[in-house]
């Protein structure tokens, strides 16, 4: 994958997560406000299913930008969310 890809239904973000284990995913809102973009490793429990009701991950208030490297990522953001410079901060469980 070369490039960031917006994801918004649980099915399809679960499945690029499952093939692409070594990958990073910004976590946003909805309404891709600059105040909240944090960065997890595409294997990170916090935003992976088991946890959550179906659809909370991507299709209520969440969307996730998932790429193969961190420098796609902040790409996307400057594109997208011209108000922001970078990631607002980093999960701390998975420390990406």
């Not at 997560?17 to 294997?43: E, M």
Request: hydrophobic letters at 35%; proline letters at 3%.
């Amino acid at each position: 994958m070369s490039a960031a890809q917006l994801f918004e239904r649980d099915d399809e973000y679960l499945a690029w997560a499952k093939d692409n284990p070594t990958g990073y995913v910004l976590n946003v809102n909805r309404s891709l406000s600059g105040r909240y973009l944090i960065l997890h490793s595409a294997a990170c429990g916090t935003i992976l299913e088991g946890k959550y009701a179906a659809g909370a991950l991507t299709e209520r208030n969440y969307r996730k930008v998932a790429a193969a490297t961190e420098k796609d990522l902040l790409k996307w953001i400057k594109s997208h969310v011209p108000e922001s410079d970078g990631f607002t901060r980093r999960c701390s469980r998975c420390a990406p």
